[in-house]
């Protein structure tokens, strides 16, 4: 089983990314998905979370109304689209699978973990 996480880069601060994870070896259509991120010299942190058929999603208060999250089952994929980046959003991001059907902002939930996409913003 694999998560493969992709699209972060080198942005400026006000930009936008996608990061897009994609997972292989099993589907995760009754899986709850969502997204961490850490950066340096801090713990890892939830950021966005989605129920596994997308009717419920979850953010961390600092990306309200700027990343949404996306899932989609056929493709066995979870998005993140992240506007008006700052330079507080720089942090390696990682996608996970959780164990349940729900989406939870608990990292002890998620049973499953991608190997992370930087995304640096420069002010």
Same mark, same amino acid.
């Given at each position: 089983?694999?998560?493969?996480?992709?699209?972060?880069?080198?942005?400026?601060?006000?930009?936008?990314?996608?990061?897009?994870?994609?997972?292989?070896?099993?589907?995760? =259509?009754? !899986?709850?998905?969502?997204?961490?991120?850490?950066?340096?010299?801090?713990? *890892?942190?939830?950021? $966005?979370?989605? %129920?596994?058929?997308?009717?419920?999603?979850?953010?961390?208060?600092?990306?309200?109304?700027?990343?949404?999250?996306?899932?989609?089952?056929?493709?066995?994929?979870?998005?993140?689209?992240?506007? =008006?980046? !700052?330079?507080?959003?720089?942090?390696?991001?990682?996608?996970?699978?959780? *164990?349940?059907?729900? $989406?939870?902002? %608990?990292?002890?939930?998620?049973?499953?973990?991608?190997?992370?996409?930087?995304?640096?913003?420069?002010?």
């Amino acid at each position: 089983v694999q998560l493969q996480a992709s699209g972060g880069g080198l942005v400026q601060a006000g930009e936008s990314l996608r990061l897009s994870c994609a997972a292989s070896g099993r589907t995760f =259509s009754n !899986n709850g998905l969502g997204w961490f991120r850490q950066a340096p010299g801090k713990e *890892r942190e939830f950021v $966005a979370g989605i %129920s596994w058929r997308g009717g419920s999603t979850l953010y961390a208060d600092p990306v309200k109304g700027r990343f949404t999250i996306f899932r989609d089952n056929a493709k066995n994929t979870v998005d993140l689209q992240m506007n =008006s980046l !700052n330079p507080e959003d720089t942090a390696a991001y990682y996608c996970a699978a959780a *164990r349940r059907s729900f $989406a939870s902002p %608990s990292s002890s939930d998620y049973a499953y973990w991608g190997q992370g996409t930087q995304v640096t913003v420069s002010s």
